[in-house]
């Protein structure tokens, strides 16, 4: 059931796909996907890690999120499965790593990536989400881009939990890089990207 524009498009896509094909000899699969993340990956991931080396305390300590993650290598591992199949799919597919985090966990397994320490502080989720809403003024009337907006807000604190059981089950799929290393592949290469050693 999404809720934003961006989501009811992709849900009218899959519907359409599905119509036009609809007794057709063509095959289909759909796989539906959380946040993919890893090498080169743009966006709140390498802000976080950016985050985390300052050594900052960071307001992040009571979101009671969960979010699911898959691993680029993994996504296409999965695709490569999908592509393999020997009979016909016909079905739409959660695809995940397996593992949900929330925000403090995730910007905890990226400090323990990168071997540091990070300190989170339990600012109230209320309090954050008023942050990027003055983020957004920020920018629309004063033209200062800080980087906080609602939008970043809400992706700290929301949840998108995805099960991906139903397709581990029907292609006997197991994600073939687990998470910690998943993580510290992504980790070196964004440190990498921003010049760190």
């Known amino acids: 059931m999404p809720e934003e524009d961006y989501g009811r498009s992709k849900l009218e896509a899959e519907r359409a796909l599905q119509s036009e094909l609809a007794g057709s000899v063509l095959d289909w699969c759909i796989l539906r996907l959380p946040l993919v993340y890893g090498p080169g990956n743009p966006g709140n991931m390498a802000r976080l890690l950016q985050l985390i080396g300052t050594g900052v305390p960071l307001p992040l300590g009571a979101i009671r999120n969960r979010r699911s993650l898959v691993f680029v290598d993994n996504l296409v591992d999965a695709i490569l499965t999908v592509v393999r199949y020997p009979a016909a799919i016909r079905s739409t597919y959660m695809v995940s790593d397996g ?43 004063l033209r200062i881009d800080s980087g906080i907006d609602s939008y970043s807000v809400g992706r700290l604190v929301g949840s998108l939990q995805v099960n991906s059981s139903r397709f581990r089950g029907f292609f006997s799929w197991h994600p073939p890089v687990d998470v910690k290393l998943a993580l510290a592949r992504t980790c070196s290469a964004l440190r990498h990207d921003v010049g760190e050693p």
């Open 99 to 141: 593992s949900d985090f929330t925000t403090p966990e995730l910007v905890t397994a990226l400090a323990a990536a990168t071997g540091r320490t990070v300190r989170l502080v339990g600012v109230p989720i209320a309090l954050l989400k008023l942050i990027g809403r003055l983020g957004d003024l920020a920018s629309r009337f």
